[in-house]
């Protein structure tokens, strides 16, 4: 029996490590989940919207209504559901996760890629809801 695996069938990664604000493209997917870990300060990331893989134009992003916040990473405890207004910053937990997700369809017309910066937190890139298949080896970067 053959194995299913996730990656690229259910998704593609990426990451974005503190200020290195790495741009991935959406056009492959309909939803990104983006997990903050590694924060050494509470501050927040700010999610931008961008109009080309580099330079071109890029703007405050604000649709995030919902994150989940893990205390400790080192000793995980359940999640946490935070509401807040639409807003295109998140908080981060000092040595804790953060998590949330943004739907393509949010994004201005023409802007077909988000980018986050964070002071001391890595971002990972959960982009899923493929649009197309893929084995591993065959997905496009998710930094296009």
């Not at 990426?14 to 997917?29: I, L």
């Not at 501050?43 to 604000?62: P, W, Y």
Request: some cysteine; hydrophobic content about 45%; proline content about 3%.
């Amino acid at each position: 029996m053959s194995q299913m695996l996730g990656l690229g069938r259910l998704f593609n990664l990426g990451v974005s490590v503190t200020t290195a604000k790495n741009r991935f493209n959406m056009r492959d997917c309909d939803q990104v989940g983006i997990l903050m870990v590694g924060a050494t300060a509470v501050s927040n990331l700010i999610l931008n919207e961008c109009n080309a893989a580099t330079g071109g134009t890029e703007q405050a992003l604000a649709v995030v209504t919902t994150y989940w916040t893990q205390a400790a990473a080192s000793a995980p405890t359940a999640w946490t559901k935070v509401p807040q207004g639409a807003a295109s910053t998140v908080p981060s937990i000092n040595g804790g996760l953060t998590y949330f997700e943004v739907s393509g369809v949010s994004m201005s017309d023409g802007f077909t890629y988000l980018d986050v910066t964070h002071a001391t937190a890595t971002m990972i890139f959960v982009l899923h809801s493929l649009d197309v298949k893929r084995a591993p080896e065959n997905l496009r970067s998710a930094v296009l």
